[in-house]
């Protein structure tokens, strides 16, 4: 239907805010939503006139609107102006923070932890969609689909079978229920970060083998966060910490880089 993966992420990603603000009573305000998309809309505008002269400001909208839908979806705060914040550093984190045309953090995600980190009213609700499976079902088909575009399952399933096998195992060990595992796997917010953040193809590694390294070890780190270190936003920031570790994969690796108008089977055989 769409020519460029990014036109689905922006639809699955706006269908997933508009149900999360209808069907699950979120107390988000929607001038923060707004005021979410206009900074980074904004700030991506002004930044590429700046820094890229020579592209089309406009083109790179669609990235921008990406970003400040995962910042609705995840991020939340009292004040408009930690949401400006959390936009501006976002996007300005993709100019700053770059080796040629990949950036070394995912900007939503950069976005969140510099708001966590410097203001104090910004927090991230991991139980904000509930334990519905029909939301699973909902993400995972969503999500299927942009991962099938853009050629990156080989990243989500290698970080979300690592962290759910150390979850699963420590609840064996533990002598826990099954429920216990199931309720922490099942987060709203776990599987949008599995789908959707974790496979961005601009920060992360191009060589598939590289891929699997970099996913598993973002698990095995948010897993320790979590569960010894007792930390809520255990993958933010194991993804934020392991993310530099891209541009040393890319080195190494002699994987072509991503592009966004090239078919999933064109990506895969590439990445072969």
């Known amino acids: 239907m769409f020519a460029d993966s990014r036109d689905y992420q922006i639809f699955f990603l706006a269908t997933f ?16 939503i707004l005021v979410l998309i206009t900074t980074c809309c904004l700030t991506q505008l002004v930044l590429t006139i700046v820094f890229k002269p020579v592209e089309n400001p ?10 400040s839908l995962g910042l609705a979806l995840l991020l939340r705060a009292d004040r408009v102006s930690t949401m400006i914040l959390a936009a501006m550093l976002a996007i300005a984190s993709k100019f700053i923070f770059t080796s040629g045309n990949k950036h070394w953090f995912n900007p939503a995600n950069f976005g969140i932890i510099t708001a966590l980190i410097l203001t104090p009213d910004a927090w991230i609700s991991p139980g904000q969609w509930g334990d519905d499976w ?5 993400f995972i088909g969503f999500g299927g689909i942009v991962l099938k575009r853009v050629g990156r399952w080989d990243t989500s399933l290698t970080f979300f079978s690592t962290y759910a096998a150390l979850e699963i195992g420590r609840n064996i060990w533990l002598g826990w229920t099954w429920d216990v595992s199931l309720h922490k796997l099942m987060s ?29 070890s973002i698990a095995g780190l948010a897993f320790i966060l979590r569960n010894y270190f007792y930390i809520n936003e255990a ?9 530099p570790l891209t541009i040393l994969f890319d080195k190494i690796g002699t994987a072509p880089q991503f ?13 072969i």
């Open 58 to 67: 406009l083109l790179a909208l669609k990235s921008a609107l990406i970003t």
């Open 235 to 243: 993958i933010f920031i194991a993804l934020f910490t392991i993310s």
């Open 134 to 138: 029909w939301y699973l079902l909902l």
């Open 188 to 216: 709203g917010s776990l599987l949008l970060f599995t789908l959707f953040m974790i496979t961005d193809p601009r920060s992360i590694p191009n060589d598939r083998s590289a891929r699997i390294v970099w996913a598993g």
């Open 259 to 271: 592009n966004w108008y090239l078919s999933s089977d064109n990506n895969q055989h590439e990445n």
């Open 17 to 32: 805010l508009g149900l999360g603000i209808t069907t699950r009573d979120w107390s988000v305000r929607p001038e923060l």
